[in-house]
């Protein structure tokens, strides 16, 4: 279970913490720096679509992870599970229903939705093997 707590932890690290750096870090960065609007714009358009399918490939394995660790019904019933399938849905909705509504302020809507389920998910603690006697560390 040691395996399964640091894939979260590392995969959890890798897709909120490069969620947040490009929104919040990289894209205004670029803007102050004095780059064409056009052409932060089309990074944006380049580099979030990567985000998000790396976002719900993380997600779907921690969704195994907490499987794992406390069973299918973890998903429904506990909050990480939960975040993690609105991170799932949000992803796809962002791939599915992007090229029919050619609308970037859906997309941007689930980007940072994707984002604050993340900060949101980061805020809980790992998930631990159901029959663990073991406090969990402070």
Do not use: H, N, Y
């Not at 992870?65 to 975040?83: C, E, F, K, N, P």
């Not at 849905?89 to 939705?113: C, K, T």
């Amino acid at each position: 279970m040691r395996a399964g707590i640091i894939s979260w932890r590392l995969a959890q690290t890798f897709w909120v913490g490069g969620l947040w750096l490009l929104q919040f870090v990289m894209l205004p960065a670029l803007d102050k720096i004095g780059l064409a609007p056009l052409l932060v714009a089309e990074i944006a358009a380049a580099l979030r679509p990567l985000m998000v399918g790396f976002a719900a490939f993380c997600a779907l394995l921690q969704i195994a992870v907490l499987i794992q660790a406390a069973g299918l019904r973890s998903l429904w019933r506990d909050v990480r599970g939960q975040l993690l399938l609105a991170v799932v849905l949000l992803a796809a909705s962002f791939f599915v229903a992007a090229p029919w509504l050619e609308s970037a302020r859906w997309m941007l809507f689930s980007f940072l939705m994707i984002g604050l389920c993340g900060l949101m998910l980061v805020l809980q603690e790992p998930p631990r093997a159901t029959g663990s006697t073991k406090a969990p560390a402070a």
